[in-house]
């Protein structure tokens, strides 16, 4: 088959923790077997702003996506994530 693209929002507990967020992703990994896409802030409304963020992951591997979604969630100042997109490319 191929690799998969999934794109996530992250939503901050707080205003000021979105900056934060997004320098956590560019420094780490969820694991070897993640290449990083992008990762943008995106305004919202009224002045807040979420993390955007793409994986590229293969397709042959089991699991992948449960590992990276605890990736996410375990970001020291996520609140919330939502899947934006996945597919396979």
Do not use: C
Not at 15 to 43: A, C, H, M, W
Request: hydrophobic letters at 40%; a negative charge.
């Amino acid at each position: 088959m191929g690799d998969i693209l999934t794109v996530y929002k992250l939503f901050p507990e707080e205003i000021e923790d979105t900056e934060k967020i997004q320098e956590f992703i560019k420094n780490n990994s969820p694991g070897t077997e993640f290449r990083l896409n992008t990762v943008d802030l995106e305004p919202i409304g009224f002045g807040l702003s979420v993390v955007k963020v793409s994986y590229v992951f293969s397709d042959k591997v089991d699991g992948l996506l449960d590992k990276l979604e605890g990736f996410l969630k375990g970001i020291s100042g996520v609140n919330e994530i939502e899947v934006i997109a996945t597919t396979l490319i």
